[in-house]
């Protein structure tokens, strides 16, 4: 849990690698560092830095965890990263590498591969396949910057936990979040892809990408229901297992099923609650107890879990969200109300003095948990997508809230095993008409988890919270036309720039004012225009309209030609996409 950051051929690097550093303080309060070719330094906050004037530097922010080992690193490249990687010491041992943590285990590793298998570092091509070989051996979370012979490498976990985003406008620039690049002026801020490793070419401003191969979905996994239930548990508590600190910790609890399980297997493990680990619990102090904190509640006496209850009035619901918005950055309301519930619960988890918690993300993608897989034609296509975005949607909103708090989260359902076998599970052992997350309420039960715990539906967190109730009724307080509306006042940026798939008619016009009502930026409309009035797939009627509509509300327009002819006519909807 740590913030890099770095700047590349641009005159103020060392201004704007401090400003960066303090805007990722957070991430890190234990030290800060910067390093160049030839030259490093260190020192307890960004401010006490006095780094030379060069176009050229790379940052870090520490929160140390396992001994206390400055960033950056130096050895034949200079290293910056931000990771937990929990197979660090079987590895070093292993590899016969003496590394002081995780991350000087990793920059070794990366170097002895690259000496061993002779790779020739002119060619970032091979270098990144060499890292790509290195990264296949961990078993944990990261995303780092190695600077070797004037070229940066940048990348992140497969699944994308550890958040990363980078932007080419002036030069090269990356940080651990958004908000850094922001505030230092930089444009066209982009998340790195996980399955991609960039190389960016100091000297000539080129840029090499290497694509990492992701999970599969097939072949699926034989064997009974049972059979697959109880290798489900053993891969989860080994997830659980290597995911624990030398110290106590937190759950997030909500009293449903993922977290149950979660607190349920600690306890198996040997961890004793109170005293190794607290559950957290967080919602709106109402006239009616929130749903979740009910649950958590009666989970937590039946198990003997030491519950900690965190409730806060509508005032202190706006004073939080003041924070929360900003941090993610986002005002789409199911996220703000998710990061809400993360945030009230970490706060009470910092005042214990807590620096590690677990959360039961990614359970309800991997395994159907949602109302709209009852809905699928094709569940494990839908579960791997919903694996392949996750990063898109919630690991970044959880990263910065939790890392605000001077917390750590893992994720014991997003271990690369524990996925690599969820996502080959038959479709049948995960959903059916009347109930999702089959083969994981086995696992409850199997654990002798009450019923009544195993069989409870699922409840999105702002409402098991009654957080989206408390947005709702301080929109209505404000004067706000909506929540969306409301939410504005906090952070009044765009949430992402979109493109329009746009006939002229009326469907694809409400659609996009739905979305521009969300706080989303039309960046551009994108029209298909047949050739053959009868075209399998697009709307052709009035289509030129839609350059009078452009024009009338200052979008740009992209007019693809096709000639309308079925199957051909989708890659001249590729071309569209890609020009977009």
């Not at 917390?407 to 690369?416: F, Q, T």
């Not at 006519?569 to 977009?580: C, T």
């Amino acid at each position: 849990m740590c913030g890099i950051t770095g700047f590349f051929n641009k005159e103020n690097a060392s201004e704007l690698t401090l400003r960066a550093l303090h805007i990722l303080s957070g991430r890190g309060k234990d030290g800060t560092g910067a390093a160049g070719p030839g030259w490093k330094e260190y020192a307890d906050a960004a401010e006490k830095l006095h780094l030379p004037h060069e176009n050229n530097i790379i940052g870090h922010t520490l929160h140390s965890m396992v001994n206390f080992t400055r960033q950056p690193l130096v050895h034949a490249g200079i290293f910056t990263s931000n990771c937990e990687i929990y197979n660090w010491k079987e590895l070093a041992e292993a590899c016969r590498i003496d590394a002081s943590n995780d991350s000087d285990l990793l920059v070794k590793l990366i170097e002895q591969r690259l000496h061993d298998d002779n790779v020739n570092t002119a060619d970032p091509t091979a270098v990144m396949r060499n890292i790509c070989g290195a990264l296949d051996m961990l078993r944990g979370v990261y995303a780092f910057a190695y600077w070797l012979e004037g070229v940066v490498y940048i990348a992140r976990d497969i699944i994308g936990l550890k958040p990363l985003w980078y932007s080419f406008s002036e030069g090269f620039a990356f940080a651990s979040e958004k908000k850094a690049l922001k505030t230092t002026g930089y444009t066209d801020i982009k998340e790195l892809n996980p399955r991609e490793i960039l190389a960016y070419d100091i000297k000539n401003g080129t840029v090499d990408r290497y694509t990492r191969n992701f999970f599969f979905i097939t072949p699926q996994h034989e064997g009974t229901f049972e059979q697959i239930a109880e290798q489900v548990q053993q891969l989860l508590e080994n997830a659980v297992k290597i995911r624990f600190p030398d110290e106590p910790f937190g759950i997030l609890f909500s009293g449903g099923l993922d977290s149950t399980i979660l607190a349920y297997m600690c306890r198996k493990l040997g961890k004793i609650p109170g005293k190794d680990f607290k559950c957290y619990s967080a919602g709106l102090r109402d006239v009616q107890e929130p749903p979740d904190i009910e649950y958590a509640k009666k989970v937590a006496e039946a198990l003997g879990l030491e519950l900690v209850v965190h409730q806060i009035d509508l005032e202190q619901a706006e004073e939080y969200l003041k924070t929360v918005v900003p941090l993610v950055e986002d005002t789409n309301v199911p996220k703000v109300g998710v990061a809400l519930t993360m945030y009230t619960a970490c706060k009470a988890a910092k005042e214990d003095g807590m620096r590690v918690m677990f959360s039961g993300s990614g359970a309800d993608e991997l395994f159907a948990g949602y109302d709209r897989h009852k809905r699928s034609t094709d569940i494990s296509r839908d579960c791997y997508a919903d694996i392949l975005k996750i990063y898109e949607k919630n690991t970044y909103r959880d990263d910065v809230v939790s890392m605000y708090n001077n917390i750590e989260m893992r994720v014991p359902y997003l271990d690369k095993r524990f996925v690599e076998y969820g996502l080959k599970i038959p479709p049948e052992f995960k959903i059916n008409d009347t109930e999702n997350k089959l083969i994981l309420r086995r696992v409850g039960e199997r654990l002798c988890i009450p019923a009544e715990v195993t069989r409870r539906k699922k409840q999105a967190a702002q409402y098991g919270s009654r957080f989206d109730k408390a947005i709702d009724r301080l929109a209505r307080r404000a004067g706000s036309n909506t929540k969306t509306d409301y939410l504005k006042k906090f952070h009044d940026h765009p949430n992402l720039k979109l493109g329009v798939l746009f006939s002229s008619g009326k469907d694809s016009n409400y659609a996009m004012y739905i979305m521009q009502q969300q706080n989303y930026a039309i960046e551009c409309l994108i029209t298909i225009k047949s050739i053959n009035p009868d075209s399998y797939m697009f709307h052709t009627p009035n289509i030129g309209l839609a350059q009078l509509q452009a024009e009338a509300m200052g979008i740009p327009l992209i007019e693809q030609i096709t000639q309308g002819e079925k199957e051909t006519e989708l890659e001249d909807l590729k071309k569209a996409i890609l020009q977009a």
